[in-house]
Protein backbone atom coordinates (compact mmCIF):
# COMPACT_ATOMS: atom_id res chain seq x y z
CA UNK A 1 0.00 0.00 0.00
CA UNK A 2 2.62 2.10 0.97
CA UNK A 3 4.84 1.58 -2.07
CA UNK A 4 1.46 2.20 -3.93
CA UNK A 5 1.00 5.73 -2.55
CA UNK A 6 4.75 6.63 -3.15
CA UNK A 7 4.61 5.50 -6.88
CA UNK A 8 1.45 7.77 -7.47
CA UNK A 9 3.38 10.36 -5.62
CA UNK A 10 5.99 10.48 -7.38
CA UNK A 11 4.03 10.47 -10.63
CA UNK A 12 2.26 13.08 -9.39
CA UNK A 13 5.63 15.10 -8.71
CA UNK A 14 6.93 14.37 -11.98
CA UNK A 15 3.97 15.68 -13.80
CA UNK A 16 3.94 18.93 -11.67
CA UNK A 17 7.48 19.21 -12.32
CA UNK A 18 7.74 18.91 -16.09
CA UNK A 19 4.65 21.37 -16.01
CA UNK A 20 6.53 23.45 -14.01
CA UNK A 21 9.21 23.45 -16.42
CA UNK A 22 7.56 23.91 -19.41
CA UNK A 23 5.52 27.18 -17.55
CA UNK A 24 8.81 28.52 -17.00
CA UNK A 25 10.24 27.78 -20.45
CA UNK A 26 6.87 29.45 -21.76
CA UNK A 27 7.06 32.70 -19.49
CA UNK A 28 10.62 32.96 -19.68
CA UNK A 29 9.68 37.08 -21.46
CA UNK A 30 7.95 39.57 -20.20
CA UNK A 31 5.40 41.75 -22.14
CA UNK A 32 5.33 45.41 -22.41
CA UNK A 33 2.23 47.71 -23.87
CA UNK A 34 4.04 50.34 -26.66
CA UNK A 35 1.44 51.84 -27.44
CA UNK A 36 -2.31 51.87 -27.04
CA UNK A 37 -5.64 52.75 -28.16
CA UNK A 38 -4.87 51.99 -31.98
CA UNK A 39 -7.81 51.09 -34.21
CA UNK A 40 -7.64 47.95 -35.11
CA UNK A 41 -3.82 47.80 -35.92
CA UNK A 42 -2.82 45.38 -38.75
CA UNK A 43 0.75 45.31 -39.59
CA UNK A 44 3.92 46.78 -38.59
CA UNK A 45 7.21 47.28 -39.48
CA UNK A 46 10.64 48.69 -38.36
CA UNK A 47 12.61 51.51 -40.02
CA UNK A 48 16.41 51.46 -39.87
CA UNK A 49 16.37 54.77 -37.85
CA UNK A 50 13.91 52.59 -35.22
CA UNK A 51 10.62 54.38 -35.90
CA UNK A 52 8.19 51.79 -36.24
CA UNK A 53 5.15 51.96 -38.84
CA UNK A 54 1.92 50.74 -38.01
CA UNK A 55 -1.21 50.71 -40.08
CA UNK A 56 -4.79 50.62 -38.68
CA UNK A 57 -7.38 49.20 -40.74
CA UNK A 58 -9.42 52.53 -40.59
CA UNK A 59 -7.47 53.61 -42.69
CA UNK A 60 -4.51 55.18 -41.27
CA UNK A 61 -0.39 54.87 -40.95
CA UNK A 62 0.95 55.56 -37.41
CA UNK A 63 4.27 55.94 -36.32
CA UNK A 64 6.09 54.72 -33.12
CA UNK A 65 8.91 56.62 -32.42
CA UNK A 66 10.87 56.65 -28.98
CA UNK A 67 8.92 54.13 -27.94
CA UNK A 68 5.95 56.77 -28.15
CA UNK A 69 2.92 56.88 -30.72
CA UNK A 70 3.06 59.77 -32.34
CA UNK A 71 -0.37 61.59 -32.32
CA UNK A 72 -0.71 62.41 -35.94
CA UNK A 73 -0.82 59.78 -38.71
CA UNK A 74 1.42 59.92 -41.88
CA UNK A 75 0.10 62.34 -44.32
CA UNK A 76 -0.71 61.52 -48.07
CA UNK A 77 -2.05 58.10 -47.30
CA UNK A 78 -4.38 56.58 -50.30
CA UNK A 79 -8.52 56.79 -49.55
CA UNK A 80 -8.92 53.61 -48.16
CA UNK A 81 -12.67 51.62 -48.56
CA UNK A 82 -13.04 50.91 -44.64
CA UNK A 83 -16.26 48.24 -44.60
CA UNK A 84 -16.39 44.57 -43.16
CA UNK A 85 -12.90 43.58 -43.18
CA UNK A 86 -11.74 46.15 -45.92
CA UNK A 87 -9.17 48.84 -44.96
CA UNK A 88 -5.41 49.49 -44.55
CA UNK A 89 -3.97 46.66 -44.40
CA UNK A 90 -0.18 45.95 -44.45
CA UNK A 91 2.83 48.43 -44.41
CA UNK A 92 6.44 46.87 -46.08
CA UNK A 93 9.71 48.44 -45.81
CA UNK A 94 11.67 48.35 -49.05
CA UNK A 95 15.10 46.27 -48.59
CA UNK A 96 17.02 49.38 -50.05
CA UNK A 97 14.89 51.64 -47.90
CA UNK A 98 18.25 53.44 -46.35
CA UNK A 99 18.93 54.67 -50.26
CA UNK A 100 14.93 55.16 -51.82
CA UNK A 101 12.97 55.45 -48.68
CA UNK A 102 10.52 53.49 -50.42
CA UNK A 103 7.74 51.73 -47.83
CA UNK A 104 4.58 49.77 -49.97
CA UNK A 105 0.94 49.97 -48.48
CA UNK A 106 -2.01 47.37 -49.34
CA UNK A 107 -5.77 48.42 -48.93
CA UNK A 108 -9.19 48.20 -49.98
CA UNK A 109 -10.45 50.84 -52.72
CA UNK A 110 -13.86 51.37 -53.98
CA UNK A 111 -17.05 51.44 -52.30
CA UNK A 112 -19.74 48.54 -51.59
CA UNK A 113 -20.68 47.58 -55.08
CA UNK A 114 -17.05 47.95 -56.66
CA UNK A 115 -14.19 47.33 -54.44
CA UNK A 116 -10.76 45.76 -54.88
CA UNK A 117 -7.17 45.33 -53.05
CA UNK A 118 -4.58 48.03 -54.03
CA UNK A 119 -0.93 48.47 -53.36
CA UNK A 120 1.05 51.18 -53.80
CA UNK A 121 4.53 52.44 -53.13
CA UNK A 122 5.92 55.35 -52.32
CA UNK A 123 8.78 57.37 -50.18
CA UNK A 124 7.99 58.04 -46.79
CA UNK A 125 9.92 61.22 -45.77
CA UNK A 126 9.28 62.53 -42.18
CA UNK A 127 5.40 61.91 -41.59
CA UNK A 128 4.16 62.29 -45.26
CA UNK A 129 4.20 60.20 -48.12
CA UNK A 130 5.50 61.07 -51.63
CA UNK A 131 5.91 60.12 -55.24
CA UNK A 132 2.72 57.69 -54.39
CA UNK A 133 2.31 55.21 -57.05
CA UNK A 134 -0.41 52.42 -57.85
CA UNK A 135 1.48 49.01 -58.66
CA UNK A 136 -1.36 46.83 -58.11
CA UNK A 137 -5.29 46.45 -58.64
CA UNK A 138 -6.83 43.01 -58.17
CA UNK A 139 -8.92 42.92 -60.85
CA UNK A 140 -11.92 42.11 -61.11
CA UNK A 141 -13.37 43.97 -58.93
CA UNK A 142 -16.29 42.83 -55.97
CA UNK A 143 -19.47 43.69 -54.44
CA UNK A 144 -18.02 41.92 -51.01
CA UNK A 145 -16.07 43.75 -48.11
CA UNK A 146 -14.42 40.53 -47.41
CA UNK A 147 -11.30 38.08 -48.22
CA UNK A 148 -9.01 40.79 -49.34
CA UNK A 149 -5.96 38.91 -48.51
CA UNK A 150 -3.67 42.15 -48.50
CA UNK A 151 -0.02 40.64 -46.91
CA UNK A 152 2.89 41.42 -48.67
CA UNK A 153 6.87 39.91 -48.66
CA UNK A 154 9.67 40.82 -50.79
CA UNK A 155 11.71 37.79 -52.03
CA UNK A 156 15.22 37.37 -52.65
CA UNK A 157 15.22 38.89 -55.68
CA UNK A 158 13.55 41.83 -54.94
CA UNK A 159 10.25 41.21 -56.12
CA UNK A 160 7.12 41.45 -54.00
CA UNK A 161 5.06 38.88 -53.24
CA UNK A 162 1.08 39.83 -52.42
CA UNK A 163 -1.51 38.32 -51.32
CA UNK A 164 -5.02 38.33 -52.73
CA UNK A 165 -8.45 37.08 -51.10
CA UNK A 166 -11.09 35.20 -53.42
CA UNK A 167 -13.47 38.10 -52.14
CA UNK A 168 -15.82 35.13 -50.23
CA UNK A 169 -18.30 35.38 -52.84
CA UNK A 170 -16.70 34.65 -55.35
CA UNK A 171 -14.39 31.64 -54.34
CA UNK A 172 -14.74 29.51 -57.10
CA UNK A 173 -12.33 32.67 -59.36
CA UNK A 174 -9.32 30.69 -56.97
CA UNK A 175 -9.43 28.10 -59.75
CA UNK A 176 -9.64 30.65 -62.65
CA UNK A 177 -6.51 32.01 -64.35
CA UNK A 178 -8.21 34.43 -65.51
CA UNK A 179 -8.63 36.34 -62.21
CA UNK A 180 -6.58 37.63 -59.68
CA UNK A 181 -8.68 36.65 -56.66
CA UNK A 182 -7.63 34.06 -54.93
CA UNK A 183 -4.21 33.81 -55.62
CA UNK A 184 -0.51 34.75 -54.47
CA UNK A 185 1.01 37.30 -57.00
CA UNK A 186 4.13 38.60 -57.60
CA UNK A 187 5.21 41.77 -59.00
CA UNK A 188 8.00 44.31 -59.67
CA UNK A 189 8.09 47.05 -56.97
CA UNK A 190 7.73 48.97 -60.05
CA UNK A 191 4.24 47.88 -60.78
CA UNK A 192 6.03 45.44 -63.77
CA UNK A 193 5.73 41.97 -64.24
CA UNK A 194 8.67 39.58 -63.73
CA UNK A 195 9.65 37.59 -66.98
CA UNK A 196 10.07 34.79 -64.89
CA UNK A 197 6.71 34.35 -63.39
CA UNK A 198 4.76 30.93 -63.91
CA UNK A 199 2.14 32.19 -65.99
CA UNK A 200 3.97 34.79 -68.41
CA UNK A 201 3.21 34.40 -71.93
CA UNK A 202 -0.08 32.54 -71.25
CA UNK A 203 -2.99 34.04 -73.30
CA UNK A 204 -5.18 31.96 -70.46
CA UNK A 205 -3.52 33.21 -67.52
CA UNK A 206 -2.89 36.68 -65.57
CA UNK A 207 0.97 37.11 -65.76
CA UNK A 208 0.75 38.35 -62.19
CA UNK A 209 0.17 35.17 -60.51
CA UNK A 210 2.01 33.43 -58.81
CA UNK A 211 0.16 30.79 -57.50
CA UNK A 212 -3.57 29.96 -57.28
CA UNK A 213 -6.34 28.15 -55.03
CA UNK A 214 -5.92 30.32 -51.92
CA UNK A 215 -8.64 31.23 -49.96
CA UNK A 216 -7.91 34.02 -47.54
CA UNK A 217 -4.05 34.63 -47.41
CA UNK A 218 -3.51 36.12 -44.04
CA UNK A 219 0.45 36.27 -44.36
CA UNK A 220 3.49 35.34 -46.40
CA UNK A 221 6.92 35.71 -45.59
CA UNK A 222 10.28 34.38 -47.33
CA UNK A 223 12.36 32.60 -44.85
CA UNK A 224 16.00 32.71 -44.06
CA UNK A 225 16.84 29.84 -46.54
CA UNK A 226 14.35 31.08 -49.38
CA UNK A 227 11.45 29.27 -48.17
CA UNK A 228 7.87 31.41 -49.24
CA UNK A 229 5.89 30.55 -46.03
CA UNK A 230 2.10 31.12 -46.26
CA UNK A 231 -0.87 31.13 -44.27
CA UNK A 232 -4.79 31.68 -45.37
CA UNK A 233 -8.45 31.08 -43.56
CA UNK A 234 -9.99 28.19 -44.27
CA UNK A 235 -13.64 28.46 -44.00
CA UNK A 236 -15.16 26.94 -40.75
CA UNK A 237 -12.08 24.56 -40.22
CA UNK A 238 -9.31 23.89 -42.63
CA UNK A 239 -7.15 27.15 -41.96
CA UNK A 240 -3.80 26.46 -43.93
CA UNK A 241 -0.51 26.67 -43.44
CA UNK A 242 1.33 26.45 -46.97
CA UNK A 243 4.72 26.50 -48.51
CA UNK A 244 3.92 28.63 -51.81
CA UNK A 245 6.08 27.52 -54.77
CA UNK A 246 5.15 29.40 -58.33
CA UNK A 247 2.55 28.01 -60.48
CA UNK A 248 1.04 25.60 -58.05
CA UNK A 249 -2.50 25.20 -57.47
CA UNK A 250 -3.19 25.02 -53.59
CA UNK A 251 -6.61 23.72 -54.13
CA UNK A 252 -9.22 26.12 -52.56
CA UNK A 253 -12.23 25.37 -53.30
CA UNK A 254 -12.21 22.31 -55.13
CA UNK A 255 -10.34 21.06 -51.86
CA UNK A 256 -10.52 22.07 -48.39
CA UNK A 257 -10.57 20.97 -45.09
CA UNK A 258 -13.25 23.39 -43.61
CA UNK A 259 -16.76 23.18 -44.32
CA UNK A 260 -19.16 26.50 -45.45
CA UNK A 261 -20.43 28.66 -42.42
CA UNK A 262 -23.68 27.57 -43.10
CA UNK A 263 -22.93 23.89 -42.79
CA UNK A 264 -22.86 22.62 -46.36
CA UNK A 265 -20.15 20.61 -47.63
CA UNK A 266 -17.81 23.05 -50.19
CA UNK A 267 -16.30 20.05 -51.89
CA UNK A 268 -16.75 16.40 -50.65
CA UNK A 269 -12.82 16.29 -51.25
CA UNK A 270 -9.84 16.62 -49.44
CA UNK A 271 -6.87 16.27 -51.91
CA UNK A 272 -6.67 16.01 -55.77
CA UNK A 273 -4.23 15.03 -58.53
CA UNK A 274 -2.74 18.71 -59.26
CA UNK A 275 -3.43 19.94 -56.15
CA UNK A 276 -1.15 20.94 -53.44
CA UNK A 277 -1.89 19.45 -50.08
CA UNK A 278 -1.41 22.10 -47.08
CA UNK A 279 2.35 21.49 -44.67
CA UNK A 280 -0.35 21.61 -41.60
CA UNK A 281 -4.01 22.59 -41.34
CA UNK A 282 -6.38 23.64 -38.34
CA UNK A 283 -9.46 22.75 -37.30
CA UNK A 284 -11.16 23.72 -35.97
CA UNK A 285 -9.83 27.25 -36.96
CA UNK A 286 -7.82 29.19 -35.65
CA UNK A 287 -8.01 32.63 -37.71
CA UNK A 288 -4.39 32.89 -38.63
CA UNK A 289 -3.25 36.23 -38.88
CA UNK A 290 0.03 37.29 -39.05
CA UNK A 291 3.49 35.42 -39.49
CA UNK A 292 6.82 35.80 -39.01
CA UNK A 293 9.85 33.27 -39.12
CA UNK A 294 12.11 34.28 -35.75
CA UNK A 295 15.69 34.64 -36.52
CA UNK A 296 16.48 37.28 -33.58
CA UNK A 297 19.28 37.20 -30.60
CA UNK A 298 16.85 37.54 -27.67
CA UNK A 299 15.20 34.24 -28.02
CA UNK A 300 18.27 32.11 -29.29
CA UNK A 301 16.09 28.82 -27.99
CA UNK A 302 13.10 30.05 -31.12
CA UNK A 303 15.31 31.14 -33.66
CA UNK A 304 13.95 28.97 -37.23
CA UNK A 305 10.64 29.00 -35.42
CA UNK A 306 7.46 30.19 -36.91
CA UNK A 307 5.44 32.32 -35.19
CA UNK A 308 1.33 32.58 -36.11
CA UNK A 309 -0.76 35.13 -34.62
CA UNK A 310 -4.35 33.68 -34.16
CA UNK A 311 -7.43 35.90 -34.09
CA UNK A 312 -10.18 33.76 -32.71
CA UNK A 313 -7.73 30.72 -30.91
CA UNK A 314 -6.56 34.16 -29.23
CA UNK A 315 -2.76 32.74 -29.40
CA UNK A 316 -0.03 33.04 -31.28
CA UNK A 317 1.37 30.08 -32.01
CA UNK A 318 5.11 29.28 -32.38
CA UNK A 319 6.05 26.51 -34.97
CA UNK A 320 9.09 24.27 -34.40
CA UNK A 321 9.95 23.14 -37.56
CA UNK A 322 12.00 19.93 -39.42
CA UNK A 323 12.58 21.55 -43.06
CA UNK A 324 9.74 21.98 -44.34
CA UNK A 325 7.53 19.94 -41.80
CA UNK A 326 5.99 21.46 -38.62
CA UNK A 327 6.87 19.04 -35.95
CA UNK A 328 5.61 20.84 -33.06
CA UNK A 329 3.64 23.77 -31.76
CA UNK A 330 3.18 25.53 -28.76
CA UNK A 331 0.10 27.77 -27.67
CA UNK A 332 1.66 31.59 -26.33
CA UNK A 333 0.19 34.35 -25.10
CA UNK A 334 -3.18 32.92 -23.71
CA UNK A 335 -2.67 35.67 -20.71
CA UNK A 336 -2.85 38.49 -23.04
CA UNK A 337 -6.63 37.40 -23.61
CA UNK A 338 -6.19 39.19 -27.05
CA UNK A 339 -7.08 38.28 -30.86
CA UNK A 340 -3.53 38.63 -32.11
CA UNK A 341 -3.60 40.30 -35.60
CA UNK A 342 0.01 40.05 -36.33
CA UNK A 343 3.25 38.80 -34.83
CA UNK A 344 7.00 40.24 -35.92
CA UNK A 345 10.35 40.23 -35.05
CA UNK A 346 12.11 43.39 -34.19
CA UNK A 347 15.52 44.86 -35.36
CA UNK A 348 17.10 44.16 -31.57
CA UNK A 349 14.98 40.55 -31.85
CA UNK A 350 11.96 41.75 -29.61
CA UNK A 351 8.78 39.84 -30.82
CA UNK A 352 5.68 42.64 -31.58
CA UNK A 353 2.26 41.25 -31.04
CA UNK A 354 -0.65 43.50 -32.50
CA UNK A 355 -4.09 42.93 -30.96
CA UNK A 356 -6.99 43.09 -33.02
CA UNK A 357 -9.63 45.55 -31.60
CA UNK A 358 -10.54 49.19 -31.94
CA UNK A 359 -8.15 50.39 -29.22
CA UNK A 360 -5.88 47.88 -30.22
CA UNK A 361 -2.49 47.55 -28.29
CA UNK A 362 1.13 46.95 -29.72
CA UNK A 363 2.90 44.98 -27.27
CA UNK A 364 6.82 43.98 -27.34
CA UNK A 365 8.24 40.62 -25.69
CA UNK A 366 11.48 40.49 -24.23
CA UNK A 367 13.46 38.14 -22.21
CA UNK A 368 12.94 38.61 -18.65
CA UNK B 1 -54.94 27.10 -35.92
CA UNK B 2 -52.46 24.27 -34.86
CA UNK B 3 -53.35 22.75 -38.31
CA UNK B 4 -52.36 26.11 -40.12
CA UNK B 5 -48.80 26.10 -37.57
CA UNK B 6 -48.13 22.42 -39.06
CA UNK B 7 -49.26 23.10 -42.78
CA UNK B 8 -46.72 26.21 -42.50
CA UNK B 9 -44.03 23.99 -40.94
CA UNK B 10 -44.74 21.93 -43.49
CA UNK B 11 -44.06 24.00 -46.11
CA UNK B 12 -40.80 25.46 -44.98
CA UNK B 13 -39.49 21.96 -44.36
CA UNK B 14 -40.37 21.19 -48.18
CA UNK B 15 -38.32 24.17 -49.50
CA UNK B 16 -35.80 23.19 -47.11
CA UNK B 17 -35.09 20.25 -48.17
CA UNK B 18 -35.79 21.10 -52.03
CA UNK B 19 -33.09 24.12 -51.51
CA UNK B 20 -30.54 21.89 -49.76
CA UNK B 21 -30.49 19.23 -52.60
CA UNK B 22 -29.94 21.74 -55.28
CA UNK B 23 -27.91 24.21 -53.15
CA UNK B 24 -25.93 20.39 -53.31
CA UNK B 25 -25.77 19.80 -56.59
CA UNK B 26 -25.10 23.72 -57.72
CA UNK B 27 -21.94 23.32 -55.69
CA UNK B 28 -21.34 20.24 -56.53
CA UNK B 29 -21.86 21.37 -60.08
CA UNK B 30 -19.16 23.94 -59.10
CA UNK B 31 -16.51 21.18 -58.10
CA UNK B 32 -17.08 19.23 -61.33
CA UNK B 33 -15.90 22.18 -63.28
CA UNK B 34 -12.43 22.18 -61.45
CA UNK B 35 -12.31 18.79 -63.48
CA UNK B 36 -12.84 16.58 -60.52
CA UNK B 37 -15.17 13.90 -60.63
CA UNK B 38 -18.04 13.31 -58.34
CA UNK B 39 -19.42 9.50 -58.34
CA UNK B 40 -22.73 9.36 -57.19
CA UNK B 41 -21.76 7.83 -53.89
CA UNK B 42 -20.05 11.27 -53.36
CA UNK B 43 -22.84 13.19 -54.44
CA UNK B 44 -25.74 11.10 -52.21
CA UNK B 45 -23.20 11.20 -49.29
CA UNK B 46 -22.72 15.38 -49.98
CA UNK B 47 -26.20 15.75 -50.53
CA UNK B 48 -27.59 13.36 -47.17
CA UNK B 49 -25.01 15.49 -45.45
CA UNK B 50 -26.00 18.94 -46.59
CA UNK B 51 -29.56 18.34 -45.50
CA UNK B 52 -28.51 17.99 -42.22
CA UNK B 53 -25.80 20.26 -42.17
CA UNK B 54 -27.98 23.01 -43.57
CA UNK B 55 -31.29 22.16 -41.84
CA UNK B 56 -30.97 24.85 -39.10
CA UNK B 57 -29.78 27.63 -40.77
CA UNK B 58 -32.32 26.87 -43.94
CA UNK B 59 -35.11 26.41 -41.69
CA UNK B 60 -34.70 29.56 -39.78
CA UNK B 61 -34.34 31.35 -42.96
CA UNK B 62 -36.95 29.78 -44.99
CA UNK B 63 -39.10 30.19 -41.60
CA UNK B 64 -38.86 33.61 -41.28
CA UNK B 65 -39.45 34.81 -44.59
CA UNK B 66 -42.22 32.79 -45.09
CA UNK B 67 -43.88 33.98 -42.27
CA UNK B 68 -43.41 37.40 -43.44
CA UNK B 69 -44.12 36.53 -46.70
CA UNK B 70 -46.91 34.57 -46.26
CA UNK B 71 -48.91 37.17 -43.68
CA UNK B 72 -48.34 39.79 -46.69
CA UNK B 73 -49.67 37.19 -49.01
CA UNK B 74 -52.67 36.58 -46.81
CA UNK B 75 -53.73 40.48 -46.48
CA UNK B 76 -52.85 40.52 -50.31
CA UNK B 77 -55.46 38.22 -51.27
CA UNK B 78 -58.14 39.82 -48.82
CA UNK B 79 -57.09 43.53 -50.19
CA UNK B 80 -56.56 42.92 -53.85
CA UNK B 81 -58.26 39.29 -54.10
CA UNK B 82 -56.97 36.77 -57.05
CA UNK B 83 -55.82 33.44 -56.78
CA UNK B 84 -54.45 32.37 -53.62
CA UNK B 85 -52.48 29.78 -55.05
CA UNK B 86 -50.31 32.39 -57.29
CA UNK B 87 -50.12 35.09 -54.38
CA UNK B 88 -48.29 32.06 -52.46
CA UNK B 89 -46.37 31.09 -54.71
CA UNK B 90 -45.22 34.44 -55.85
CA UNK B 91 -44.15 34.81 -51.97
CA UNK B 92 -42.29 31.73 -51.31
CA UNK B 93 -40.50 32.81 -54.70
CA UNK B 94 -39.39 36.00 -53.63
CA UNK B 95 -39.41 36.08 -50.10
CA UNK B 96 -36.01 33.69 -49.51
CA UNK B 97 -34.21 35.63 -52.16
CA UNK B 98 -35.05 38.83 -50.75
CA UNK B 99 -34.19 37.47 -47.50
CA UNK B 100 -30.80 36.33 -48.55
CA UNK B 101 -30.10 39.51 -50.51
CA UNK B 102 -30.82 41.51 -47.00
CA UNK B 103 -28.40 39.35 -45.07
CA UNK B 104 -25.93 40.37 -47.96
CA UNK B 105 -26.65 43.62 -47.22
CA UNK B 106 -25.31 43.64 -43.84
CA UNK B 107 -23.15 40.62 -43.55
CA UNK B 108 -21.76 41.47 -47.02
CA UNK B 109 -21.31 37.65 -48.24
CA UNK B 110 -24.11 35.78 -49.15
CA UNK B 111 -25.08 32.64 -46.53
CA UNK B 112 -26.31 29.87 -49.42
CA UNK B 113 -23.46 29.38 -51.27
CA UNK B 114 -25.74 28.30 -54.23
CA UNK B 115 -27.58 31.37 -54.10
CA UNK B 116 -24.21 33.82 -55.14
CA UNK B 117 -24.76 33.40 -59.11
CA UNK B 118 -28.15 34.23 -60.31
CA UNK B 119 -29.00 31.20 -61.77
CA UNK B 120 -28.50 29.59 -58.57
CA UNK B 121 -30.35 32.27 -56.66
CA UNK B 122 -33.33 31.46 -59.58
CA UNK B 123 -32.93 27.75 -58.09
CA UNK B 124 -33.71 29.00 -55.22
CA UNK B 125 -36.42 30.89 -55.78
CA UNK B 126 -37.92 27.72 -57.34
CA UNK B 127 -37.55 25.80 -54.51
CA UNK B 128 -39.00 27.98 -52.10
CA UNK B 129 -41.81 28.92 -54.38
CA UNK B 130 -42.78 24.97 -54.31
CA UNK B 131 -43.53 26.23 -50.52
CA UNK B 132 -45.27 28.47 -51.26
CA UNK B 133 -47.44 26.42 -53.06
CA UNK B 134 -47.45 23.30 -50.94
CA UNK B 135 -48.75 26.07 -48.28
CA UNK B 136 -51.59 27.91 -50.35
CA UNK B 137 -52.92 23.95 -51.40
CA UNK B 138 -52.53 22.67 -47.18
CA UNK B 139 -54.18 25.87 -46.19
CA UNK B 140 -56.68 26.11 -49.40
CA UNK B 141 -59.95 24.76 -47.36
CA UNK B 142 -59.41 26.57 -44.35
CA UNK B 143 -58.90 29.85 -45.98
CA UNK B 144 -61.13 29.10 -48.18
CA UNK B 145 -64.03 28.69 -45.44
CA UNK B 146 -62.75 32.11 -43.48
CA UNK B 147 -63.34 33.94 -46.39
CA UNK B 148 -66.62 32.24 -46.68
CA UNK B 149 -67.51 33.09 -43.28
CA UNK B 150 -66.04 36.70 -43.53
Redesign the interface.
Known sequence: MRKTILRVTSVFLTIALLIMAGVTAAADYKVKVVARNLEYPWSIAFLPNGELLVTERAGRLRMIRNGELIEYSVNEVPKVYV??QGGLFDVLVDLDFQDNGRIFLSYAAGDRSSNALHVISARLKGATLYDVKNILTVTPDKN???HYGGRMAMMMDGTLLVTSGDG?????QA?SLDSLLGKVLRINTDGSIPHDNPFVGRSDARPEIFSYGNRNPQAILVSQNGIVWEHEHGPKGGDELNIINPGINYGW??ITYG???????????TS?K?MRQPIIYWTPSIAPAGMMEYQGQAFPQWRGNLFVAALAEKTVRRLTLNGRAVVDQEIMFTELDARFRDVRVGPDGAIYLLTDSDSGIVYKVVPK | MMKMIAFFLIAVVDAAILTSIVSTQLVLADVTSFGLTVSFGDRLQTTLHDLLGLAVPLLLLIGLCFLIAFFIARRAIRIVGGSRMIWYMAAGFMSVPAGIIVIKFFMGGTLLASARTPLGMLLVACCCMAGGWVYAYLTARFENRESADA
Request: aromatic share 20%.
Open positions: HGTPHFDFREQPAMDYSGAFISPFAG
